[in-house]
């Protein structure tokens, strides 16, 4: 293998923004096949990649699997399952989007597929990669918090309308709602910070999910890690004014860092990898340290989800560790369908 011929399955929000821009960058990639039946979807595909065979459905790509080394699934959760396992039969190396699957088991199962099939499987967890996270490591890593106690960790937006696509109108058994959606980053980036957990409590809402799903699109998480450190994670879409993205309590300082990482907003305007300002945040947007001394501004990491596809490249060409290892995704998933299991979603009661 010279160059990874690789094919993208779904050029919806995840195929066109987080992933073709990324793999279309790297020479290491050849951008073979794109999978979608959207008409409209199909023409900016055919415009924006010309050198790709553009196919409407995953059949007719996996008929084609001798010309392809790696498959991308950036379709709806309940698809993965089944595509990656075909993928995996078709002897290809495998990259799904998260939420990885629906289930735990059932990724379990796509990992024993994929050892004896000999190939290769991990999951896009693109914000491991962001400015304010990787900001927070490297203050942790210095000491700058002392030692740190309590994770406050927020994904909050305003969407009145409720949330979009299947995210608002699938059901939980198939991966609908807004645990689904942002649990996957947010606890996988507690863990990374902060290591196993012990405990786990979760409270979920539906406030504006569709009457015809039992989505929730309110949730708090909270962990106890082995470590010792409280993480409260915090998840919804009725927030006009949004909490701190992380509020981070430590024995020598306070790390509050506001706004969400820029990437996804930049690629979804047009920025593209190599450019300059990609991942870079503005002043305005910098978190601050606050120790009893003081407090100071804090010049962010730079953001860097192309570090995922780097990595995979390392590891297909030259047997490099995958950037992430799909057991970390099913840990995160056992936690999400503890949460499900023991949560059942409450509905907001409407007055006239």
């Known amino acids: 293998m010279t160059r990874i011929r690789t094919a993208i399955i779904g050029f919806g929000v995840s195929g066109r923004i987080f992933h073709a821009p990324f793999l ?5 990639y050849e951008l073979t096949h794109i999978v979608t039946s959207n008409p409209e979807r199909a023409a900016h595909a055919r415009a924006e990649y010309p050198d790709a065979m553009i196919v409407a ?3 007719e790509l996996f008929a084609r699997a001798e ?3 790696l498959v991308v699934i950036g379709t709806p959760p309940r698809t993965h399952a089944e595509l990656a396992a075909e993928a995996i039969a078709s002897g290809l190396n495998v990259v799904v989007d998260k939420p990885f699957v629906v289930g735990a088991e059932q990724g379990r199962v796509l990992m024993r597929q994929a050892e004896a099939a000999g190939v290769s499987l991990t ?4 914000r ?3 400015a304010d996270l990787l900001t927070l490591k490297a203050l942790i890593a210095a000491g700058e918090l002392g030692e740190p106690l309590v994770f406050e960790s927020r994904f909050e937006w305003w969407k009145p309308e409720g949330m979009r696509d299947w995210k608002g109108r699938t059901n939980v ?3 609908g709602g807004i645990l689904y959606d942002l649990g996957p980053h947010l606890i996988d980036q507690a863990i990374q910070l902060f290591g ?3 405990s786990v409590h979760g409270e979920l809402t539906r406030h504006l999910a569709s009457d015809d799903a039992d989505a929730e699109d309110d949730a708090v998480v909270l962990l106890t890690h082995s470590s010792g450190v409280s993480s409260r994670l915090t998840m919804n879409a009725v927030s006009v004014a949004p909490g701190p993205r992380f509020h981070v309590l430590g024995t020598a300082g306070t790390y509050t860092k506001r706004g969400l990482d820029r990437q996804e907003p930049q690629l979804i305007d047009g920025v593209r990898p190599g450019d300059a300002g990609l991942g870079v945040e503005p002043p305005e947007s910098w978190g601050t340290l606050t120790t009893p001394t003081g407090a100071r501004e804090v010049e962010p990491e730079r953001g860097a989800y192309g570090e995922f596809y780097r990595l995979l490249a390392e590891h297909l060409l030259n047997g ?7 057991a970390e995704a099913v840990t995160s998933l056992d936690i999400i369908e503890q949460i499900h299991g023991r949560a059942r979603p409450k509905r907001k009661e409407q007055h006239d």
């Open 320 to 326: 490099g560790p995958v950037p992430v290892d799909p």
């Open 57 to 59: 459905r995953p059949e």
């Open 24 to 28: 279309a960058a790297d020479d290491r």
């Open 128 to 130: 491991r990669w962001d």
């Open 67 to 69: 010309h392809l080394d």
């Open 196 to 198: 196993p957990v012990d």
């Open 123 to 126: 999951v896009f967890q693109n």
């Open 173 to 175: 058994a198939d991966g």
